[in-house]
């Protein structure tokens, strides 16, 4: 792959390092500088920023994503030009524009067109553009009735509109998204991304900061993960995608590990007969697993404590997605030649082996424990017993990646026919 | 999509384009400088004008009652001067003082005010506190103006000599745009900037011959303190307006002074503190927005 060209890349950073000082005591009044001129002010140096480098390419839509302090929205203000890099380079290419949250400027007491004129100055139009722009603006986003009201008095979801007509009206060729920008209800984020999308198409270079990685997939071209201010990774979006959910994950599971014994003080019903213990993932080798690779075998475990004694108890498992549906169900409510008679504190490891071909992303376990048979009642239910991350090469938008071949027959005259020329 | 392989290598930085230097003062060019001071300023106006229902009569209530009380208690009560109008005196320096406490009073907090732009978006910062200096000379002229109406009842006579107020004004409005850039700057390091400033407001109004005109100190022997406050630009230019607007029998800043040349000194505080307050604010513009 030959490297791109210079005047191929739009955005370029290089060994951009970026710290903050944060005083340990907040002497924030010119009494305390003059009653103790001599005491040295301490601070803690925070490094935001260790020596990125990246370059994005023209008409590229670049992710950015990473965990909450990980430097993301650092680095979107170091390229916006709200900090200033403590070492390293930015080259920007082409008219930018950034946004990091709409209608600033905004203010309540005022109409809609002075907020507006306000607004497009701010984000780089000049006061003749916004003037001009005004009517197709307040027509964008539907409030030519309400254009006399005082912002104080709209409706949250009309100043979002509002807002986001001004900001789409800036021409840039360089486009700086937070991903706050794609907040409000459903309709309004597809609204969001729609336009996202035209963006892309009309070959705008979009910096797109983010850590929801269903976005990232849908609509990057390429990924950069950031953690603790380093590079991690820049990669396709599946790859850095699942290395994020890893990332996450490892995270969490440290957390897990250093509490053993009873770990998952899980309530439960006051008169629970029994307690979850501990839970884990083995791997076909045995080995303890973080995270699982879609496709591959695992055993799921939950190890169960039984505080009283129990007939025929029925152990049931359900994983559930990030949604709560429930995505397998393993019971052995049906299972009659298994059951059995346990004392009070016999120690129970209920192990659930299967491929889980579950779409990637967070699943969390459920257990359950009742009478066999359809219909009979709980006696305790644990809730997030286990928790656990699937990451897979692609998401394709079902809930599962079944085994399935997919083709397509016909003749190639019938093909070309039913496809229409793009 | 054009997905590239994973082990693409790094890019280059782009052969041209511009580079991101972060924030300061003056950034992104001087027409979206003053764009946007203007932009600022007049919607800061709209709001005190516009935003209740006396709107004017509001902004009007502060230095006219100032105006009303002094009035009364040092004309009719205890007498300070028995000048010629020295209502209009009195009103007149009430209006530049005010001018002067607003510009640089309002200046103390107002990035702190504006702090979710600041935060938020790349601008010149120093648009804040010019529009914060800007709204105060809208103020300025309306004020003005009633001053202008008080002297015609009064019997004044519009005059050409008048016009000489506008470099006045140029000078004061230095002197305010200065302290204002200073005090904003500062403010966000020190927040007990607000209260030592209002007690500064205090001694200023005392101390910029607002009450007790310069010739009352001449009378009472005091002349050499009379001269030392005239160093105070604001001292200098009520003193001179008031020569200008009322006539002889109020001196001319320089005479009161001992000699046209002493002006001098005035007008050195007024440009000193206008450099030392851009130079301050220039200096402390690129990091405001971590600092907040």
């Known amino acids: 792959m030959p490297r791109a060209a210079g005047h191929d890349v739009a955005i370029g950073v290089s060994g951009a390092c970026k710290s903050f000082r944060i005083p340990r005591e907040a002497t924030h009044t010119l009494k305390e500088r003059a009653l103790h001129p001599l005491r040295r002010r301490g601070f803690d140096e925070f490094t935001a920023l260790r020596d990125v480098s990246f370059g994005v390419r023209r008409g590229e839509f670049f992710g950015v994503v990473g965990r909450n302090g990980s430097g993301k929205s650092t680095l979107l203000k170091c390229l916006a030009g709200i900090y200033g890099l403590d070492r390293g380079r930015i080259l920007v290419d082409g008219r930018m524009s950034t946004f990091i949250e709409l209608g600033v400027g905004f203010n309540p007491d005022l109409a809609a067109r002075d907020n507006v004129i306000m607004n497009g100055i701010m984000l780089g139009l000049t006061a003749r553009e916004a003037q001009a722009r005004y009517d197709e603006i307040i027509d964008f986003a539907e409030l030519r009735d309400y254009q006399e009201l005082k912002l104080k008095n709209y409706s949250s979801g009309m100043y979002v509109r509002l807002a986001f007509s001004v900001a789409i009206q800036v021409e840039a060729d360089i486009l700086l998204i937070d991903e706050v920008l794609a907040v409000g209800d459903a309709s309004f984020q597809q609204k969001c991304f729609d336009i996202f999308n035209d963006m892309r198409d009309a070959g705008r270079t979009v910096l797109f900061v983010t850590h929801d990685m269903g976005s990232v997939t849908r609509l990057c071209d390429r990924a950069l993960l950031l953690e603790h201010g380093d590079v991690v990774l820049i990669d396709e979006p599946d790859a850095v995608a699942n290395r994020y959910l890893e990332l996450n994950f490892a995270r969490e599971q440290v957390g897990i590990e250093e509490a053993e014994g009873p770990v998952l003080e899980v309530p439960a019903l006051s008169a629970a007969p029994i307690r979850a213990r501990r839970a884990w993932i083995e791997d076909e080798a045995g080995e303890l697993v973080t995270a699982c690779i879609q496709g591959q075998r695992y055993v799921f475990v939950t190890s169960v404590e039984l505080l009283a004694e129990l007939d025929e108890p029925a152990f049931t498992i359900l994983f559930l997605n990030e949604h709560h549906h429930d995505m397998l169900v393993a019971t052995t409510a049906f299972d009659r030649d298994g059951a059995a008679h346990y004392r009070a504190g016999a120690r129970v490891d209920v192990a659930v082996a299967f491929d889980p071909l579950f779409r990637p992303g967070r699943y969390t376990c459920t257990l359950i424990v009742g009478h066999p048979g359809i219909g009979q009642p709980e006696l305790t239910r644990c809730e997030n017993v286990l928790s656990f991350v699937i990451s897979g090469p692609y998401a394709t938008g079902g809930l599962t990646d079944l085994p399935h071949e997919i083709s397509l027959r016909g003749t190639h005259r019938r093909a070309e026919q039913a496809i229409p020329p793009a | ?292």
């Open chain 2, 1 to 292: 999509m054009s997905a590239l392989p994973a082990d693409t290598p790094p890019l280059e930085m782009p052969s041209k384009g511009q580079e991101v230097t972060g924030p300061s003062a003056f950034s992104g060019g001087l027409s979206r400088f003053a764009a946007l001071t203007r932009t600022m300023a007049v919607q800061e106006f709209k709001l005190r004008f516009f935003g209740s229902v006396l709107g004017y009569v509001w902004q009007l209530m502060r230095p006219i009652m100032l105006f009303g009380v002094l009035y009364v208690m040092f004309t009719v009560i205890l007498t300070v001067s028995n000048q010629y109008l020295f209502g209009v005196a009195l009103l007149l320096g009430i209006v530049l003082y005010t001018f002067f406490a607003e510009a640089t009073g309002t200046a103390v907090t107002c990035v702190i005010d504006r702090e979710n732009m600041v935060r938020k978006i790349q601008f010149p910062r120093m648009v804040i506190p010019m529009a914060v200096v800007l709204t105060a000379c809208f103020n300025l002229v309306l004020n003005l103006g009633v001053v202008f109406v008080f002297g015609m009842i009064s019997g004044l006579r519009p005059h050409w000599s008048w016009l000489g107020l506008l470099p006045l004004l140029a000078v004061l409005v230095a002197f305010s745009a200065g302290i204002a850039m200073l005090l904003s700057a500062l403010y966000v390091r020190y927040r007990d900037m607000q209260p030592i400033w209002d007690v500064a407001l205090q001694i200023t109004f005392y101390g910029s011959l607002i009450l007790i005109p310069f010739e009352t100190i001449l009378r009472e022997g005091y002349e050499t303190l009379g001269r030392v406050m005239l160093v105070n630009p604001l001292a200098a230019v009520v003193q001179e307006a008031r020569h200008l607007i009322l006539g002889s029998e109020y001196l001319s800043a320089g005479d009161a002074m001992g000699g046209s040349l002493f002006l001098l000194a005035p007008l050195a505080v007024a440009i000193a503190t206008f450099a030392l307050g851009l130079w301050v604010f220039n200096r402390e513009a690129p990091r405001i927005a971590e600092e907040l």
